[in-house]
């Protein structure tokens, strides 16, 4: 699919094909598009991921409506165990991004994280603990630096 140039339309049918749910019209995603599996995504209205973005889905990925996606980001529910005997087995946690957030540009979005509702993501920000809605974290790893007036 990334090897191609698909018109908007058909790039949606090929990823609606890829993760098994239909992508709503008003939702763009941006090629190149990468995942390692596919079927755990589910992603909401009026969504937008930018191009490069990858998705490590086996512990399933939810991106609920109004969510903007920058430039190779990664949203990771997979990982491995941190000792020796362990670290072939894979860890799934799920990763939940709430309503309205935005993922900068080259984030990274570890396994079990949840980003609340209103949540800005900075570029570059490494994401290892949930996200409070209305704050804006930035840092590896990603810390408060401030609160969103609603």
């Known amino acids: 699919m990334n090897a191609q140039r698909h018109y908007e339309c058909e ?3 090929l990823i609606s094909e890829i993760t098994g749910q239909k992508i709503p019209k008003s939702t763009e995603i941006r090629l190149p598009f990468y ?11 009026r969504v937008f991921i ?9 512990g399933d990925i939810t991106i609920e409506d109004d969510v903007l996606i920058g430039p190779g ?13 362990q670290r072939k087995e894979l860890e799934l946690k799920p990763v ?9 540009a ?8 949840i980003v609340g509702e209103n ?5 570059g920000a490494v994401v ?23």
């Open 35 to 45: 995942t390692d599996y596919g079927h755990n995504i589910k992603i909401g209205e």
């Open 96 to 104: 939940l991004i709430k309503k309205n957030a935005w993922i900068g």
């Open 119 to 123: 949540a800005v993501i900075a570029t």
């Open 50 to 58: 930018n191009s490069n973005v990858m998705m490590v889905d086996l």
């Open 11 to 13: 790039a949606r049918q």
């Open 128 to 150: 290892t603990k949930d996200v409070l809605k209305n704050t804006v974290v930035a840092g590896v790893p990603a810390k408060i630096i401030k609160k969103i007036d609603e």
């Open 73 to 85: 980001a990664y949203l990771l529910s997979v990982n491995h165990g941190l000792k020796p005997k």
């Open 106 to 113: 080259r984030a990274t979005i570890c396994p079990g994280v």
